[in-house]
């Protein structure tokens, strides 16, 4: 019970990201909910065949818990990043030392294989993870990108991951890219 208390913190961290009807910064919560629901969705166009959509719900689920302690990084802040790993890491210890043993394994292997995108459910999830705030930006007229002059590189390097998990997807991302750089919502 107590784990769960804390994790209902997740709801009051607030990310850049825009609910995509612009009336407020969505958070931690709506964009791990959102995130699974696009990754059941999208499930058919993963362009590996071993992926474990159950594995990748779970993962959608715990990727982002630790920033209860740790807080929401932004992607494209290049300081915030330097120290998110160790930041991250010293959340995990405290977040999935709240659970019995065997579940805190689970919870915080789920959470490192999602973090080292190394396996194919977590390329698959991480791409979908990428792709759920893409979208968003892209229906709330670049909100976040616009904010923060965003270039078209930073977002073709963030979004790559897109191409290996789920190539039929490329061609999409290529074109809100495109669109958002021809308004002006993405820096060339």
Known sequence: MEF?????????????TLLMDKSRREND???SWHFAVMALTLFEYSSNPDVDINRVIKMALLHDLVEVYAGDTFAYDKKGNEDKAKREKQAADRLFSILPPEQACEFRALWEEFDSME???AVY???????????????????????????KDMVLDRMKIVKTA??????F????????????????
């Open 29 to 31: 919560a709506e964009h």
């Open 166 to 171: 789920m190539q039929e997807l490329w061609e």
């Open 4 to 16: 769960l208390i804390e994790v209902d913190k997740m709801k009051n961290i607030l990310r850049q």
């Open 119 to 121: 396996t194919p459910d």
């Open 125 to 151: 999830a991480s791409a979908i993870d990428r792709l759920q705030p893409f979208i968003s930006n892209y229906k709330t007229d670049g909100h976040t990108w616009v904010l923060h002059g965003i270039t």
């Open 173 to 188: 991302v290529e074109q809100v890219i495109d669109d958002s750089v021809a308004k002006g919502q993405i820096k060339q």
